[in-house]
C-alpha cells in the first residue's frame, strides 16, 4: 500500500501542472455564465444556514453548548459542501471525460484529483465568510486553531478517496451515477452538523464516530469556533476509517484504471 501512495503522490508532482489545468477548468465551468460566480460558494451554505438555524436551532431548540447556532451550522455546513460537491463531481468525472480518456493518456487519477483541489477554492470563500460570522458573533480564538489544517486535510483525504472509489466503479456499473445522490442525502443526516455528537444518545455515538465526517466536523468545530473540548476518541476513529476509505480507493482505482478506456 506505501508502495502505491508514493506512485500516487508521485504521478501528482509530476503532473502538477495538468492538475492545476484540469482543476482550473473544473471551477470555470462550474460558474460559466453564472452572475453570481464564487458567490454561490457563501450563498449555498448561507441560505441552508438560515434554514436549519429556523427549523432545528429555533423550533427544535437543539442545543449547541453555548455555540451560536448559526455559526454552529454553517461551519459543519462548509465541509459538507465542499465534501459532497467533490464527490457528486468526482464520482462522475471519469464518464464526464470520457472522450479525452479515450485520445490521450495521463493518469486517470487526476481527473478525481483535480475536483478535489477545485473544490477548495469554494471552500477558500466560504471560510472567509466564516471568519466574519466569527468575527461578529466575538468568537474567541485559542490554540485548537494550529490543528485546524490537520481537518483540513483529512477532508480533502477522504472527498479524494470516495471520488476515486465512486469514480472507478462508476465506469463499470452506471448505476452508481444514481446512487450518488442518495448516498450524499443519507450521509448528511448522519453526520452532526444540524445537531452535537452529544444530541446522540450514547449508546450511538460510537456508530456515528465510525462516520468519517464526524471527526471532521467536529474537529474543524473545536478548533475554529473553540466549541468545547475535541474528543478525540471520535476523532481517533475517523481518521482509520478516512485513511481506510482512501486506501480502498486509490487500490481499486488501481486496479481498473487499465480498462478505463475500453468500457467507458
Not at 457563501?42 to 444556514?49: C, D, E, G, N, R
Not at 427549523?55 to 465542499?82: E, K, N
Request: contains cysteine; hydrophobic residues 55%; glycine residues 8%.
Amino acid at each position: 500500500m506505501s508502495g502505491v501512495t508514493r506512485e500516487f503522490l508521485s504521478e501528482l508532482w509530476r503532473y502538477r501542472e495538468l492538475l492545476y489545468f484540469f482543476a482550473w477548468r473544473d471551477v470555470k465551468i462550474r460558474y460559466k455564465q453564472a452572475i453570481l460566480g464564487a458567490g454561490w460558494a457563501i450563498l449555498q451554505p448561507l441560505f441552508t444556514m438560515i434554514v436549519f438555524t429556523l427549523f432545528f436551532g429555533h423550533l427544535a431548540g437543539i442545543s449547541t453548548g453555548g455555540t451560536p447556532y448559526p455559526l454552529f451550522s454553517f461551519c459543519g455546513l462548509l465541509a459538507w459542501m465542499y465534501f459532497s460537491a467533490t464527490i457528486s463531481q468526482g464520482g462522475n468525472s471519469l464518464i464526464s471525460n470520457a472522450n479525452l480518456i479515450t485520445k490521450v493518456y495521463f493518469p486517470r487519477l487526476l481527473l478525481p484529483a483535480a475536483t478535489a483541489v477545485g473544490g477548495l477554492l469554494d471552500f477558500a470563500v466560504g471560510l472567509v465568510f466564516l471568519i466574519l460570522m466569527m468575527i461578529y458573533y466575538g468568537t474567541h480564538i485559542t490554540w485548537l486553531v494550529l490543528i485546524a489544517p490537520v481537518f483540513l486535510l483529512l477532508m480533502v483525504i477522504l472527498a479524494m478517496g470516495a471520488s476515486m472509489l465512486l469514480g472507478a466503479m462508476n465506469v463499470r456499473f452506471r448505476d452508481v451515477k444514481y446512487t450518488i445522490p442518495f448516498l450524499l442525502q443519507l450521509w448528511l443526516f448522519l453526520t452532526p452538523i444540524i445537531y452535537p455528537v452529544n444530541f446522540v444518545p450514547p449508546r450511538y455515538q460510537g456508530l456515528l464516530a465510525l462516520n468519517p465526517m464526524t471527526g471532521i466536523v467536529e474537529g474543524l468545530r473545536a478548533s475554529l469556533l473553540s466549541s468545547g473540548s475535541i474528543d478525540w476518541g471520535i476523532i481517533v476513529r475517523s481518521c482509520v476509517v478516512t485513511l481506510a476509505i482512501f486506501a480502498i480507493g486509490l487500490v481499486y482505482f488501481r486496479r481498473t484504471e487499465r480498462v478505463f478506456a475500453d468500457i467507458v
